[in-house]
């Protein structure tokens, strides 16, 4: 099912995407060549990538066609306690909404480069806090409990770049260099070119 809504909203937006990435990838381009600076492959990639995440993570959030409640909860805990553990919808919309936000966490951090939870705070919190207002006027829920997961997610996403930056400081040297980070990035753009081609059907595998 999760699935099934990533793949329907990637194939619905697809065309803005792409058109996006066009422009943002030339306009880099020419940034860097006016400017003398270098071109660092898994940077320009990461940067790539959160736009994609971000227009996909727009998309999930303000698509009216995906609800399925209206009106307005200020109650903490009130809807997270009507799921049972474990259930569909607990997974769905208690465990979803955390992971939902989980990568802006942790990009929003390496962006800023924090190193206190109060760093990503703020920013998980009004983001969270005006996406659900929009929700609201959009004939969707506003939901306090949405922004408590939400900002949980953020937070996961700021523990996870501090664990990932305790742990490449340990790592040796090549595992640390521009290249190796540019192999992976490499690959992962490959793979994500095959996907994104195989969901709007010019792909291989289509």
């Not at 200020?74 to 919309?93: C, D, W």
């Not at 996403?157 to 990932?164: E, M, N, R, S």
Request: hydrophobic residues 55%; charged residues 10%.
């Amino acid at each position: 099912m999760e699935k099934q809504i990533l793949n329907s909203t990637l194939h619905e937006i697809w065309p803005m995407i792409a058109i996006f990435l066009v422009v943002i990838v030339a306009m880099r381009l020419t940034y860097l060549k006016v400017n003398h600076e270098k071109f660092v492959f898994y940077k320009e990639f990461i940067n790539l990538f959160f736009i994609v995440y971000a227009m996909l993570l727009f998309q999930l959030l303000t698509d009216t066609e995906l609800n399925n409640s209206s009106g307005i909860n200020i109650i903490p805990f009130t809807e997270i306690l009507r799921y049972k553990v474990g259930s569909h919808a607990f997974m769905m919309n208690v465990i979803g909404n955390i992971l939902i936000f989980l990568p802006f966490g942790y990009f929003v951090s390496s962006y800023v480069k924090a190193n206190k939870v109060s760093h990503i705070l703020f920013i998980s919190v009004i983001t969270s806090f005006t996406v659900e207002l929009v929700q609201h006027y959009i004939g969707r829920s506003f939901d306090i409990d949405d922004i408590l997961l939400n900002v949980i997610g953020s937070i996961c996403g700021f523990f996870l770049y501090i664990a990932l930056n305790a742990i490449v400081k340990h790592l040796p040297r090549f595992f640390r260099s521009t290249l190796f980070y540019n192999l992976i990035c490499i690959v992962l753009a490959i793979l994500f070119v095959i996907y994104f081609t195989n969901i709007i059907g010019l792909g291989w595998f289509a």
